[in-house]
């Protein structure tokens, strides 16, 4: 149980990338939804229209960035959640044979695997 508590940091900041990526693609997509709207509510209404002509590729390039940035995020704080639980099972199969007492350089007295499937006589 040390392992698990010893990559709890790495756990948590993955999580937080995640949502934290999660948040800034949301945000992007909602102000691009706001300023992009076709029907004037309080906050776009108080906007001239020909600013909101200009508005609008700016809108697009900046959902466009979110997407890519908060993408990076999400895949980020995925990877260190992988490569967390990958580190966990190997490190369990490292135990699992140290206990049998396997030697991984001892390996002759050992049968290899397709010596089960011929059979005995």
Do not use: C, K, N
Request: charged share 20%; glycine share 10%.
């Amino acid at each position: 149980m040390a392992g698990a508590r010893r990559y709890r940091f790495v756990g948590a900041w993955g999580l937080v990338q995640i949502v934290v990526g999660f948040i800034v693609m949301l945000a992007a997509a909602l102000a691009a939804f706001v300023v992009l709207s076709p029907w004037p509510t309080d906050i776009v209404a108080r906007v001239p229209g020909e600013w909101r002509a200009r508005i609008a590729p700016a809108a697009i390039a900046g959902l466009l960035l979110a997407i890519v940035l908060g993408g990076s995020l999400v895949l980020s704080g995925q990877l260190l959640l992988l490569l967390r639980d990958i580190h966990r099972h190997v490190a369990r199969l490292d135990r699992r044979d140290r206990r049998r007492g396997r030697d991984p350089g001892h390996s002759a007295d050992r049968p290899d695997a397709t010596s089960r499937l011929i059979p005995r006589r």
